[in-house]
């Protein structure tokens, strides 16, 4: 969601609709101290915003915050999938292991949510260093298919021996991961 009213200022505080200035730090603090939706509701309002060149990479420093705060903290999985799909619009290809991380932290805990976890964690895979970050891939990759939702078409795994190259990529740190995922091998393999 992007707000074409806000107003950024040399000060690092961002003037959002009916609510005055904000200052991303104070804003991180609350989320931190006293984690509530509106908590994520106002950071999340804050990495969206409008801004001028200059305030990317505090909007970036508060989409990343976002992320693990709430895959720490697991919240609703429905309003985690509302968040993520506000942020996925700017930062999903930057922050895709942030995307992952939170994603599957809400998967599995409401069938309802499920589908629009699924697509946000599938269009993040999209967009991915599948093969520089493999376990996290891996991982979403196995969750999607053990719960049964739609798993990602992997483009470079219909490439001649890439698969087995991301398996032995993840074999040493999450060996149950191979044995998860072997089921998605491609069939041209």
Known sequence: MTTSSSAWHLNNFV??????????????????????????QRYVEIATAEAPEWAEHIQMNCAAVVLERMAANPIEPSVAAELLERLRKSFSGRLGNGFIQCGLSHLGRDSAADPRLAEILSSTLHRFPVMHDAVPAADALARLHELGLPVPVMVDFRKPGLFDIFLDLIADERPDLVQRIAPLRPKNE
């Open 15 to 40: 003037a959002l609709p009916g609510s005055g200035l904000q200052s991303p730090l104070r804003a991180m603090v609350r989320l931190w101290t006293e984690p509530s939706i509106e908590a994520y």
